[in-house]
């Protein structure tokens, strides 16, 4: 299936500003679901952009804009082939069957700390929830991880916030709501907790019920790596299993490090007037 991406995102100033540079991970990652066959990045004003790619794979375009300006905009189109199998079958290496297992030392040390360790924002009470999710799930690791998934996904309602940053686990537990990138950061918080190499990833998601040329937002999900079948997509958000739909721009340790634009700018705080993004997925022939 090809699909076709639009990402428009728009800052705007009370007067005309100067611009830092901006760092942006706008653009798919190819992989063996995913192969990008146009990408194309333009900035107004006028930027020079440098590319790199950065230590988890991610291409990076650092733009460098040297004009001031009282609007930025970032416009970002791609066009992808999207081969993964909505119905998936992951086989696993036997020794990975079954929770808890041992990763192998060349694994360990190519995930890092990082990808193993919780993080903050675990208390009592989210400890709490997970040891009693955990004394009901099943030891089968991809069930269990599958399990993990749909009581994230049912217990926490989806809602949109326009703050940046995620909840601690902990807050999201209590509200029982959160943002797309909040039910991952507590997928991944568990996942982490129970011995899982995890990882946060974030992109565009295709949903083929919804109106065409619907305005959207980016995504946020998670990555689990499974011995035999690699790295897996776990979305709460949606409940959903495998990469289906999904086109990863850049996966990291935190969601704060896969976020799709980061730069500011010079002056004063009330300069800043808003910020309006939006994204379209479509399938195009």
Known sequence: MRLHIRHRTVYRYARRVH?????????PRSGRDVTTVSSIVTIDPASELVWSEDAAGNTVALALITDAAPTLT??????????????????????AFRHPFAYANGDLALFGAGLLDSGAGGDAAAAAWLAGFRATAPDDALMLLNALNEAVGTLIAYRTRDEEGTQPPSLTLALRSGSCRDLAALFLWAARRLGFAARAASGYLFDPGSVAYDVGATHAWCEVFLPGAGWIAFDPTQRRLGSAGLVATAVGVTSEAVLPVVGGFLGEAADFVGMEASVSVNASA
């Open 74 to 95: 970032i416009l970002a189109e791609h066009d992808v082939l999207h081969t993964a199998d909505p119905y998936p079958i992951f086989r696993l290496d036997p020794s």
């Open 19 to 27: 611009f830092l540079d901006h760092r942006l991970l706008i653009t």
